[in-house]
């Protein structure tokens, strides 16, 4: 993809988008609510949660995980759209997550230079992109910090989604 297109309008402060199915999920930080929307822009709230951040991502049986940082839990998305604890972090102040029970051998994968990295995610071609608030642009970045593509945006971006 080489622009950008708008799905949905209207909302506030929107932060980690995830890929699920053929929706994209985010969390609109300032009503406290994950949304879907699909390719036609059509969207529904998923969950509200009182929480800033509001940061998701899917466990490996497909459910969605929710960071409720103010009281430092790990909630989970029943199929009858109620909230259960998943686990307990500890304290409060977390934010964006990831789930993957593989990683190993930590190093650093790049250096991004003049680049101001945010949201970062991976594709689909080893590559990764992240969204770059002051210099108002989403990067794509090959091992070892080629830039490979950039997509100028009106405003600063705080994260983006690779395509499924």
Request: hydrophobic share 40%; glycine share 14%.
């Amino acid at each position: 993809m080489s622009g950008t297109r708008t799905l949905v309008t209207g909302r506030g402060l929107v932060e980690s988008p995830r890929w699920h199915g053929d929706r994209l999920y985010f969390s609109d930080w300032s009503a406290g609510e994950v949304v879907a929307v699909d390719l036609d822009g059509d969207s529904e709230v998923v969950a509200r949660v009182a929480s800033l951040p509001l940061c998701t991502a899917w466990s490996p049986e497909g459910r969605l995980l929710i960071v409720s940082s103010p009281d430092g839990r790990l909630l989970r998305l029943e199929p009858d759209g109620s909230l259960v604890t998943h686990a307990e972090l500890g304290q409060a102040g977390w934010n964006d997550i990831v789930v993957d029970g593989s990683l190993s051998g930590r190093r650093v994968w790049a250096e991004f230079g003049e680049g101001t990295p945010d949201g970062i995610c991976a594709d689909g071609e080893n590559a990764v992109w992240y969204a770059d608030v002051p210099n108002r642009c989403c990067v794509r970045v090959a091992e070892g910090g080629k830039a490979l593509q950039s997509v100028a945006l009106d405003r600063g971006g705080f994260a983006c989604a690779g395509w499924p």
